[in-house]
């Protein structure tokens, strides 16, 4: 997929983590371990930087805010790692603002949402992403951000 025309070589990759994450590390700990969002983050931006890039790291519990987020990242960022939380198996909003985008997206979540569920099985949001990551906790974001690099490599 083309890095949209307007963000400049040196534009940030947006790392955007939805409702609840902001709990990690206290929240459900059998299913996302014991890791905090600072710490997923911290191995965003770290994985980032090995590869030349910078992570842009915000988390949101309102729907309307993540979709503002990918709204700007159609200028302002040359890449999203998305995990959409709960409003992936909801929110259609979500999903058309991510069509919209002519950037590489990357779908992340910490759990194998296959294997939990059934309300989990479906995501709106992967039939408009490149890439899905699931199950590998989180190392999934840098895997992620590992592939994003490639595609805008390629990209170049
Ligand atoms: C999640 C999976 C979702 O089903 C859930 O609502 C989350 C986190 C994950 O990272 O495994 O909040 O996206």
Redesign the pocket.
Known sequence: MPNHADAPQGAPVLVLN????GLLGLRELA??GRGTLADIEELCRRTAAEHGLRADCRQSNHEGVLIDAVHEARTAHRGIVI????Y??TSVALRDALAAVELPVVE????N?HR?EAF?HHSCVSGVVGTVI?GAGAHGYAMALTHLAQLLEENR
Do not use: E, F, Q, T
Request: with cysteine; glycine share 10%; hydrophobic share 30%.
């Open positions: 939805g409702p609840n994450l299913v996302y995990n959409p939380a709960g992936s198996h992340v979540h910490l759990s949402i939990r989990r699931c």
